[in-house]
């Protein structure tokens, strides 16, 4: 790419309208949102062995992150800075994957401890 196309691509996108809160950026944040709270509740469980809830509850956040995400960059038609919030859904699908992950593992660990309902195990 030379320095006159990085210019004019530069210009175009300052002249565009995508200043403020967008729908695209509006649902990635969401998508950033339910997958952040899904790696907080899916760390919880895997430092704390939290139990089953909180481990499904984290690929639950994970994966609605997931597709949230996958959705924005499905729909975006521009790149970074048009307003379509791709930004925002490539880091809701990372942020999205690894809440689901932790969830996984925090369930895939509960599946192998042993059980501890008072019968000295």
Known sequence: MSVHQLLATSEILAQSDASGLTAGRLWSLVGVAVGFTGVVIGA???IRRAGRR???VALVAGSAGLVLGG?????AEGGPGTGYGIVGGFLALTIGSVAAILGAFALW???LSPTTSGNGG
């Open 71 to 75: 959705l924005v960059v499905l729909a």
């Open 54 to 56: 909180s481990a499904v």
């Open 44 to 46: 919880r469980a895997v």
């Open 109 to 111: 660990r509960n599946r």
